[in-house]
C-alpha cells in the first residue's frame, strides 16, 4: 500500500508538524494514524502521538507496557464500535465481537503488568477518539479499518521485541502479536482473499495494507 | 487422525523432540524448556544469552522449519485447490525462515548445523491429515519460538523471532479455518509442545 492513502484532514493540529511525522508509511503507521481508505481527522492525532511516544521514547518497560495498554483499549473500542455498528454481516459481526473481547483480554493482562510495575493505565478511548473509525459506513470500511488498525498494533509490538526487558513481558507480547496475526488473517480472507493471499508475507511486519479484490 | 500413528519410530521422535528442544530430552534443549517448571527457574533460564547461545538457540530452530519444509512438501499431494495453494505458500514460507536463520547463524560467526528430523508421514491419507498434521506441526513451533523470544540476546533478534511466530501463527488459522473449526481459538497464541504427542 502507497503511503499516498493516509488522507489527513487538517483540524486543531498543526499541519506541518504532522507531515514532519509522518515522513513514511511506517512512521504513520506506527503513531496509530490509521487509513483504511478513510478519511482521517486531525483532531485526534494528539492523542495517537501520545501513544507512539510511549513507544518509540520510552526507556523502561513501564513506558512500552503503557503504550500497549493504550493500543489495546483503542483496538476494543474500534472492535465494540464495529460489532454494533449494523453495517456487518452476521459472520464478521461475530468475529468483531470475538476480536473485542481478545483485544479486552490483551487490555487486562497489560494492565496488570503494568500495574505490578508501579504504572497505571490510561483511560479507555471513547468511539470519537479513535480517528476515523466513526466514520466508518460500510463493511469493506470497517475490515479496511481493522486491518490498518491490527498492522499498527503489531508494529508496535515488534518495536517493543527490541526494547523490552522482562523475559515474560517480551513472551506475552509475541503471544498477543501473533494473536492480532491471526486476527489479520480472518480480515483478509473476509475481504475476499484466497487462504495463500490471507498470508502474504512470511515475516508478519504489518505493513501489507489492506487487499486489493 | 491419530497423529501418534505419524510419528512411529520412537527414536526418530525422541531425536525430533530433543534436538529441537520440545520435550527436553537431550539435545540443546535451549530453544525450549520451560515446560513443568517453576516461574523462578523460567526467570533464570531466561536470561539474556550470549551470541554463542543464539546459536543453539538458531539452530535449533532452523531444525523446525527444516522439519516443516518437508512436512509441507510430503503433504502438499494430498491437497487439493485453495487449499493446496496455502500448503504452497506456507511452504515458500518456511524455506524463507530457514534461509533467514541459516544467514542469521552465519553472520553470529557460527555454521548451521541444524537437519530436519526424519518423521514417518506414511499416516498421511487425506487432506484432513495433512491440515491437522500442519497444525501441530505449527503449534510445537509457536511453543517453541515463544520461549526462544527472551532468551536471544540482541533486540533485532528477538523481533525477527517475533515476525517468524506470527507467522506460523497465521499459517494456523488459514489450517485450522480449512479445517472448519475456529480460526483464532485464543487471545494469546502459546502454542503446544507437545501437540505431535
Known sequence: ???????????????????????????????????????????????????????????????????????????????????????????????????????????????????????????????????????????????????????????????????????????????????????????RLAMGVSPAASVPSAFEAGTDGPPTT | MDVACIIRDPISRRRFFGRAGVTFVGGSAVFLSACGESQDQKD????????????????????????????????????????LGAGEAFLAHEEEHAAALEQAIVDLGGKATAVKQELDYSALQTQEDVLEFANNLENVAISAYVDSIPKLSSGPLRATAAQIVTNEAEHVSVLLAALGVPAVPSAFVAGNPEALG
Open chain 1, 1 to 187: 500500500m502507497s503511503a499516498d492513502r493516509l488522507v489527513i484532514v487538517d483540524g486543531d493540529c498543526d499541519t506541518a508538524e504532522i507531515a514532519d511525522y509522518e515522513a513514511t508509511r511506517r512512521d504513520a503507521m506506527r503513531r496509530g494514524l490509521i487509513a483504511g481508505g478513510a478519511v482521517l481527522a486531525a483532531g485526534t492525532v494528539p492523542m495517537l502521538l501520545r501513544v507512539s511516544n510511549a513507544f518509540a521514547q520510552s526507556d523502561g518497560d513501564v513506558g512500552i507496557i503503557e503504550g500497549a495498554v493504550a493500543i489495546e483499549q483503542e483496538a476494543v473500542a474500534a472492535y465494540d464500535f464495529a460489532f454494533k455498528s449494523g453495517v456487518l454481516s452476521e459472520p464478521i459481526t461475530q468475529a468483531a465481537r470475538l476480536f473485542r473481547d481478545q483485544e479486552q483480554e490483551h487490555a487486562n493482562a497489560l494492565t496488570a503488568a503494568l500495574e505490578d510495575l508501579g504504572g497505571e493505565a490510561p483511560e479507555p478511548p471513547e468511539p470519537a477518539d479513535v480517528q476515523g473509525l466513526t466514520e466508518l459506513r460500510s463493511e469493506q470500511d470497517v475490515l479496511a479499518f481493522a486491518i490498518e488498525l491490527e498492522n499498527a498494533g503489531v508494529m508496535a509490538y515488534i518495536d517493543a521485541m527490541s526494547t523490552l526487558q522482562s523475559p515474560g513481558l517480551l513472551k506475552t507480547g509475541a503471544q498477543i502479536m501473533a494473536n492480532e496475526g491471526q486476527h489479520l488473517v480472518v480480515l
Open chain 2, 44 to 83: 533464570e533460564e531466561n536470561e539474556p544469552s550470549s551470541p554463542e547461545a543464539d546459536i543453539d538457540i538458531l539452530n535449533d530452530a532452523l531444525a523446525l522449519e527444516l522439519t516443516a519444509v518437508e512436512a509441507y512438501t510430503k503433504g502438499a499431494p494430498l491437497l487439493t485447490g485453495a487449499v
